[in-house]
């Protein structure tokens, strides 16, 4: 099998089956102390494809992401990123993997002694043979492309809590991941910031034909920007499908949640 | 009491895990050499200003205090042996590693249990950055570096200022007094106390690294971290200066 690097980051590319779906979860538990969080999950995230996974707060959404992306170690179950099993996997593999995956936390995380820019040309600096001044003009692409243009030497800590999910977007999107992963992306906004982060979720979807997982409590926002969701509820999943589908729904909890908006 | 004991014990076992971490991140290649020398700016030359007063005012005050005393016995030229043995023995090292473990410990505690409760160390560890190589091994290595350097520039102003505070008395050129000074002092007076910082300064870096790494609860836990950082430094600090002066004591005798 031959070795392909990223033309622009060196990154080489997972090596896959292209007819595997990139995220694979099955019988996924997690529990924290007696409290079980996520009690025998399966999921699966198909190529290109935005599934957004719904439910109240505190029911392990987060939580999910965070195994996904090897934050938190898994109690059982299997779970498959980019054709690698990562439960039990050792740092280094799993560093490697992470390269592939973008993640764009809840408050956007962005590094408060960094600028936007050298926020979002971090990764760049990390893991690719880029000179400098191409991480900066990459770095403001990316910016460009989630409409930060200005304010790049600005620190975060300078910026409003939109433009931050923003950058934390660009620098998500930095590495070119074929996944990325969003934890509650329009939560705190707006409904006009909200709706322009969901409408970029779209755009990136199709520009970059990312496989997406967005924990979302935003119906509204879902049904916009995700091909499928997911309904979690008390540590499992109560319902999936498209929107439609979950209208049809006659379980009480999902008619409730589609109804209140989460 | 039960649950101190238990709570006492799990501290332990996880800064074990934390070091056992913090070790494989520090030698396994790539290694971070522009944030060691980074943090090497960060932790020594910002606390040289203040390492540097701390050593004077030791260095004023041991000269104030010791020649009356020795005046008394008719000992006073003394003096100047009396300042340069204190302040090399034990002086100098200790006040550095208080100095700093206030400075520092308070500095990196805060720094990190901001970052771990913003979820910055998070965003780190997902982007495929080690936080242990990249934000711990290279501040408790900088310790380690840097605080025996602070420790010579502390014992150089001490000496310096012991020797403005006795002059003003009782004038003395520097060099007489230096000369006199170093008369008696061996290497094993000089070169031993002044390692011994640097494991003065692992306990700094590892014991705020740690705390800050395992902050929870906010703004008020970073607040927690960063008092926690300073009383466990100074206090491991303290205890290490105990077994330390034994066990040179033991290695090169009197």
């Known amino acids: 099998m031959t070795v392909q690097e990223h033309p622009r980051t060196g990154i080489v590319a997972p090596q896959e089956d292209p007819h595997e779906a990139p995220i694979q979860v099955r ?25 957004a996974v719904l439910g109240r707060s505190g029911t392990g959404k987060s939580v999910l992401l965070k195994v996904l992306i090897g934050l938190q170690p898994p109690d059982g179950g299997s779970v498959r990123i980019a054709g690698h099993e990562i439960a039990g996997i050792r740092v280094e593999e799993l ?129 916009f920007f995700a091909d499928r969701l997911l309904l979690l509820h008390e540590g499992k999943i109560l319902a999936e499908g498209a929107y439609a589908d979950l209208e049809k729904s006659k379980e009480p909890f999902v008619k409730d949640f589609l109804r209140d908006g989460g | 009491m039960g649950r101190l004991l238990i709570s006492g014990f799990e501290w332990f076992g996880d800064l074990g895990i934390f070091c056992a971490r913090l070790v494989r991140a520090a030698f396994t290649p790539p290694y971070e050499w522009r944030e060691l020398i980074r943090q090497c700016d960060a932790i020594g030359a910002k606390s040289l200003p203040l390492v540097a007063l701390a050593g004077a005012a030791t260095g004023v005050v041991l000269s104030l205090e010791t020649r009356d005393s020795l005046i008394r016995f008719g000992a006073k030229s003394l003096l100047p042996t009396v300042i340069v043995y204190s302040l090399i023995r034990e002086s100098g090292p200790i006040i550095t590693g208080l100095i700093v473990s206030g400075r520092i410990g308070a500095g990196i505690g805060a ?39 602070l420790t010579v520039a502390a014992d150089f102003f ?35 106390p002044t390692l011994k910082t640097a494991v003065f300064g692992l306990i700094i870096g590892v014991v705020a690294c740690f705390q800050g790494m395992r902050t929870r609860g906010g703004t008020e836990g970073v607040g927690r971290t960063a008092t926690s950082s300073v009383v466990l430094s100074s206090l491991f600090v303290i205890l290490a200066d105990v077994v330390l002066v034994r066990l040179i004591l033991m290695i090169w005798p009197l």
């Open chain 1, 95 to 223: 560093n490697e993997i992470r390269k592939h995956i973008g993640f764009l936390f809840q408050q956007a995380a962005l590094y408060d002694s960094l600028t936007v820019e050298q926020n979002v040309a971090f990764p760049l600096t990390r893991h690719t043979r880029m000179k400098e001044q191409e991480r900066k003009q990459r770095a403001r692409e990316l910016l460009a492309s989630v409409g930060m243009d200005r304010d790049i030497e600005k620190l975060p800590s300078e910026i409003s809590g939109g433009m931050q999910k923003r950058v934390g977007l660009a620098r998500a999107l930095a590495l070119d991941p074929e996944i990325v992963l969003f934890d509650e992306p329009t939560a705190g906004l707006d409904s006009i910031t909200a709706a322009e982060i969901g409408r970029l979720i779209v755009d990136q979807k199709k520009q970059r034909n990312i496989t997406a997982v967005v924990v979302t409590h935003d119906i509204r926002g879902a049904k």
């Open chain 2, 158 to 192: 001490g000496m310096l200022m012991g020797w403005l505070a006795n002059t003003l008395a009782d004038p003395i050129s520097l060099r007489l007094f230096l000369v006199s000074g170093f008369q008696t002092v061996a290497f094993s007076d000089f070169i031993p």
């Open chain 2, 111 to 149: 720094e990190l249990g901001s970052m771990k409760v913003t979820e910055q160390i998070d965003a780190m560890e997902a982007s495929a950055v080690d936080p242990y190589k990249y934000l711990a091994a290279t501040r408790v290595l900088a310790c380690i570096l840097m605080i025996p350097l």
């Open chain 1, 27 to 51: 019988g996924l538990h997690k529990a924290f102390g007696t409290q079980k969080v996520l009690d025998g999950i399966d999921l699966e995230a198909r190529r290109g494809e935005t599934l």
